[in-house]
C-alpha cells in the first residue's frame, strides 16, 4: 500500500495549483510596482511605493544620465504610449484570432460527437468494458458527449492560456525598458519576474483545470474508470488544436513584421533595429506578444495537457484503474503539483537569493534555472513516487500485463528530465554566441549571406545529433521499464519544470519588446545596451524553450501513438505490412508539406510588408530623417490579415490528416502516418528552429562588438553586418513559425488519433478493405 492517502492526494493537487496562482499573483505584484504613467492610458499604470518617486526624479539614475539632458517625464510617457499601442494591437489581434477559433472549436467538437456515437450506432445502452468484458460500462453516446465537453474545456485553457501570456507580457515590457535605467540587475528581474508570472499562472491553471475535469466527469461515470479517462483525452485534443493555430498565426504576424522591418530598415536604410522610424516597427513588437507568448503558451499547456492525458488513460486500463487505486492513478498530477512548488523555490534563487550585477551575468543565470530545477525536481519525483505508489503492480504492455515497481517509475521521469536537461544545454552551445557554432556562422559572414546560409543550415543540421540520441535513450528506458506508461511520464518529467520553462521562455520576448521600446522612447545608448545583453541571452533562452517543447512533443506522441493502438485494437504494427509502410511514408513527408505552407505564408506576407515600408519612406516626406511619423496601423494590418488568412490552411492539413487517413484507408494505415510524422517532424523542427537561432545570434554578435572578432565583422552596417540581417531574416521563419509549429503537428495527429480511434476501428478503411 501507498504512504500517501486518498485525502492526501485530493488536498495536495488543487493547493498545489493554488500555491501557483498565489505565487504568479505575488510576481505581477513586484512587477506592478514599477511606475509608468498611468495617464498615458495603459490600462494598467504603476501604483505602490515606486510611483512615488520615478515621475521626472532622478531617484536612482546613475550617475551620467543627467548629462543626456533626458526629459524624464517624457521618456516615461513615451514607453506608457508605446506599451499601450503593443497591447492595443496584441489584443485587437488575438480577439480576432479567438472570434475564428470560437467557429471552429464549436464545429469540431460537433464532429467528435457524431463520429465517436456513430461507433456504436449512437447506443444509449451500457456496453461491455473494452478492457474487461465480464464488466458493464458507460454507453458510446455518452462517451461521445464528455470527449465534445472535455475538447471544449481544453481548447478554452488554452485560449486562456495565451491570452493571459500576453497580458502579462505587454503589461512587462515597458516597466523593464524603465527598470533598465537603474541597471542590468533590476531590468533582468522585472523580465524574469513577469516570465515567472506568466509560467505560473498557465502551468497552475493547466493543473487546477484538469484534475477539476475529472472529479466532474467522475461524478457522471463512478467506477467506470476507462471511460472516464478516455474522454479527458479530449482536454489534450482541444488545447493543442487552438495551439496549432496561434502557433501558426502568430508566427506569420510577428516574422512578416520582422523580416520587413529588418529588410528594409537594417539593410537598405542603414537605421538602428526598432527605429521609430520604421513604420512596420510597432508590428514587430506586436507580434512578439501575439507569437513568442501567446503562441508560445498555448503550445506548452497542450504539451502538458497531451502528456498528463496519456499518462492517466494507459493508468486506467492497467491496475492503478482496475484496482481503483485513486492515489496511484494521480501519479501524473502528482507530478506536475510538486513541480509547481520545485519552481517556486527556482523563481525564488534567481530574484531574491542571487542577484545580476553585470551583463555577462544574465545567461548563466538563466542556465541555472534550468539546472535547479532539474535537480532538486528529482529529488521531488523520489518523494512523490515511494509516498504514492504500492511497491509493485502491472500495468498495460498492449494486451499482456507488466509487472513492475515503484522506482521503475522514478527512474523513467527522471529519464525525461534529465533528457531535457541535455537538449537544453546541447540546444544553448548551437545557438549561444558564446560558443564556436555561432561565432563559426559570424565568421562566414565575412564573404556574403550565401556563406553565412549555408553555415546555418550546417549549424542546424549537426544539432540535432545529441538531442536525438537523448531522447532515444529516454524512449528505450521508459519503454523497457514501463511499457508505454513509462514514455508518458518520461514526457511528463520533462514538462514537470514547465513554470520555470515558461518563465525563461517568456522572459526573452519581454526583454526584446522593452529594448524596442527603449529604442523607440529615445533612452539613452546605454540603456539599449542593456536591454541587447537582455535580449541575446532571451534567444538563446527561447531556443532552449523550444527543444524543451519538441523533445516532450516526441516523448508525448509516442505515448499517444501506444495509447492509440491499444484504443483501436492494433496488435502489431508491422512496417512491412504495405498498409503501414505506405503510412509511413506519407507522414514522413507531412512536416516538409507544413513547412512549405508555413514558410510560403511568412514570406508572402513578408513581400507586401517591405513593398509598404518602402512606399512610406519613398511617399512620406521627412520619414527618414525623423520629421515625420510613419503609419503604423497600415502595418499592423497587413500582419494581422495575413496571418488570420495564412493560418487555415496548414490547420487544415494537421486536423484532416488523420481524419482522412483513418476514414479512407484504416487504423494500420494511420499508425504508420503518426510513425512517419514523429520521426521526421521530431528531426525537422529541431533543425530548423536551431539554425534560425544560430543565424540571429551570429548578428546580434557582431553588433554587440564584444570581441575583437567581432568588432572587425563590424560595425552595424558593415557588408558583413548586412549578409548576418540576411541570414537572420531566413531563420526568423524557421525558428518562430515552422519549427515551433511542428511539435504542435506530431502532437495533435496523435491525440486527435487516439480520441478517433473507436470510429476509425468501427468504421475505417473504406478503401483499402476493398482493394
Not at 447 to 464: E, P, Q, R, W
Request: proline residues 4%.
Amino acid at each position: 500500500m501507498a504512504v500517501l492517502g486518498t485525502a492526501a492526494v485530493e488536498a495536495l493537487i488543487p493547493v498545489a495549483a493554488l500555491i501557483g496562482i498565489a505565487f504568479a499573483m505575488l510576481q505581477w505584484y513586484v512587477v506592478a510596482r514599477v511606475p509608468v504613467p498611468s495617464h498615458a492610458g495603459d490600462g494598467s499604470g504603476g501604483g505602490g511605493e515606486g510611483s512615488k518617486q520615478g515621475r521626472g526624479v532622478r531617484g536612482e539614475e546613475e550617475e551620467g544620465d543627467e548629462e543626456d539632458g533626458m526629459d524624464y517625464l517624457l521618456v516615461e510617457a513615451r514607453c506608457a504610449e508605446i506599451q499601450r499601442a503593443i497591447s492595443i494591437g496584441a489584443t485587437s489581434f488575438l480577439l480576432t484570432e479567438y472570434k475564428y477559433l470560437a467557429a471552429f472549436t464549436a464545429a469540431f467538437a460537433a464532429v467528435i460527437f457524431v463520429f465517436l456515437g456513430s461507433a456504436e450506432r449512437f447506443s444509449a445502452r451500457p456496453s461491455p468494458c473494452a478492457y474487461d468484458p465480464s464488466r458493464e460500462c458507460r454507453p458510446a453516446l455518452a462517451n461521445a458527449a464528455f470527449s465534445a465537453v472535455a475538447f471544449l474545456l481544453g481548447a478554452a485553457t488554452s485560449v486562456l492560456s495565451g491570452y493571459l501570456g500576453m497580458r502579462v507580457a505587454t503589461f512587462a515590457n515597458a516597466r523593464t525598458a524603465l527598470e533598465a535605467r537603474h541597471g542590468v540587475g533590476r531590468a533582468f528581474a522585472a523580465a524574469f519576474r513577469s516570465g515567472a508570472a506568466m509560467g505560473f499562472l498557465l502551468a497552475s491553471s493547466a493543473l487546477l483545470v484538469l484534475y477539476a475535469a475529472v472529479n466532474l466527469f467522475g461524478l457522471y461515470y463512478g467506477d467506470d474508470w476507462g471511460g472516464l479517462y478516455e474522454s479527458i483525452t479530449g482536454y489534450g485534443l482541444g488545447g493543442s488544436s487552438v495551439a496549432l493555430f496561434g502557433r501558426v498565426g502568430g508566427g506569420i504576424y510577428t516574422k512578416a513584421a520582422d523580416v520587413g522591418a529588418d529588410l528594409v530598415g537594417k539593410v537598405e536604410r542603414n537605421i538602428p533595429e526598432d527605429d521609430p522610424r520604421n513604420p512596420a516597427v510597432i508590428a514587430d513588437n506586436v507580434g512578439d506578444n501575439v507569437g513568442d507568448i501567446a503562441g508560445m503558451g498555448s503550445d506548452l499547456f497542450g504539451s502538458y495537457a497531451e502528456s498528463s492525458c496519456a499518462a492517466l488513460f494507459v493508468a486506467s486500463i492497467s491496475s492503478f484503474g482496475a484496482e481503483h487505486d485513486l492515489t496511484a492513478m494521480m501519479y501524473p498530477l502528482l507530478i506536475s503539483a510538486v513541480g509547481l512548488l520545485v519552481c517556486a523555490i527556482t523563481t525564488v534563487v534567481a530574484t531574491d537569493v542571487t542577484e545580476v550585477k553585470e551583463s555577462d551575468e544574465v545567461g548563466p543565470a538563466l542556465k541555472r534555472q534550468i539546472l535547479i530545477s532539474t535537480v532538486l525536481m528529482t529529488a521531488g519525483v523520489a518523494a512523490v513516487t515511494f509516498l504514492a505508489l504500492p511497491p509493485s503492480f502491472t500495468l498495460f504492455d498492449f494486451g499482456n500485463d507488466k509487472h513492475v515497481k515503484n522506482w521503475h517509475l522514478f527512474i523513467c521521469v527522471s529519464a525525461g528530465l534529465w533528457a531535457g536537461l541535455v537538449i537544453g544545454y546541447v540546444t544553448e552551445y548551437f545557438t549561444s554566441n558564446a560558443y564556436g557554432p555561432v561565432q563559426a556562422v559570424a565568421r562566414s559572414c565575412r564573404t556574403g549571406a550565401a556563406t553565412n546560409v549555408i553555415f546555418g543550415l550546417a549549424v542546424g543540421y549537426k544539432s540535432v545529433i545529441v538531442p536525438i540520441l537523448a531522447i532515444a535513450a529516454a524512449i528505450y528506458a521508459s519503454f523497457r521499464l514501463a511499457a508505454m506508461y513509462g514514455i508518458a511520464l518520461a514526457a511528463l518529467g520533462m514538462l514537470s519544470t514547465i513554470a520555470t520553462g515558461l518563465a525563461i521562455d517568456a522572459y526573452g520576448p519581454i526583454s526584446d519588446n522593452a529594448g524596442g521600446i527603449a529604442e523607440m522612447a529615445g533612452m539613452p545608448r546605454r540603456v539599449r545596451e542593456r536591454t541587447d545583453a537582455l535580449d541575446a541571452a532571451g534567444n538563446t533562452t527561447a531556443a532552449i524553450g523550444k527543444g524543451f517543447a519538441i523533445g516532450s512533443a516526441a516523448l508525448v506522441s509516442l505515448a499517444l501513438f501506444g495509447a492509440y493502438v491499444s484504443r483501436a485494437g492494433i496488435t502489431a504494427v508491422d512496417v512491412l505490412s504495405p498498409r503501414v509502410f505506405v503510412g509511413l511514408l506519407v507522414g514522413a513527408m507531412l512536416p516538409y508539406w507544413f513547412s512549405a505552407m508555413t514558410m510560403r505564408s511568412v514570406g508572402s506576407a513578408a513581400l507586401r510588408m517591405v513593398e509598404e515600408v518602402r512606399r512610406q519612406f519613398d511617399t512620406i516626406p521627412g520619414l527618414a530623417e525623423g520629421l515625420a511619423v510613419p503609419d503604423y496601423a497600415t502595418c499592423v494590418r497587413i500582419s494581422t490579415d495575413a496571418s488570420l488568412k495564412k493560418m487555415m490552411a496548414p490547420g487544415a492539413l494537421v486536423m484532416l490528416s488523420p481524419l482522412v487517413a483513418g476514414t479512407l484507408f484504416g487504423v494500420e494505415t494511420l499508425a504508420g502516418l503518426l510513425a512517419g510524422a514523429l520521426v521526421s517532424g521530431v528531426q525537422v523542427a529541431i533543425s530548423a528552429s536551431n539554425s534560425g537561432g544560430a543565424w540571429d545570434n551570429a548578428k546580434k554578435y557582431i553588433e554587440a562588438g564584444m570581441s575583437e572578432e567581432a568588432r572587425s565583422l563590424g560595425p552595424k552596417g558593415s557588408e558583413a553586418h548586412k549578409a548576418a540581417v540576411i541570414g537572420d531574416t531566413i531563420g526568423d521563419p524557421l525558428k518562430d513559425t515552422s519549427g515551433p509549429s511542428l511539435n504542435i503537428l506530431i502532437k495533435l495527429m496523435a491525440v486527435e488519433s487516439l480520441v478517433f480511434a473507436p470510429f476509425f476501428a468501427a468504421h475505417g478503411g473504406i478503401i483499402f478493405d476493398h482493394l
